[in-house]
């Protein structure tokens, strides 16, 4: 399943290509894309799993930049 989301007080594109790569590690995500200056992600995930990949991620972005917001 791929979604897309807006990503809200995104503050640097260093920033963005840390979540980029944590993101990638967790366990479920197929791909991961972050835009630094369209403030977008794009993730695809296993659906049965969906949800619980997205807790980790939230997780994942708020270790890096606490400010940032994932917009469902």
């Not at 594109?13 to 794009?42: L, T, Y």
């Not at 695809?44 to 807790?55: I, K």
Request: aromatic content about 4%.
């Amino acid at each position: 399943m791929k979604k897309n989301f807006k990503m809200q007080d995104l503050d640097c594109a260093n920033c963005a290509a840390k979540m980029e790569r944590a993101i990638a590690k967790i366990d479920g995500v197929n791909s991961v894309s972050i835009s630094f200056m369209g403030q977008r992600m794009s993730i695809e995930a296993e659906e049965s799993c969906f949800e619980e990949v997205m807790e980790k991620v939230v997780k994942a972005c708020k270790k890096v930049e606490p400010d940032c917001k994932i917009i469902r």
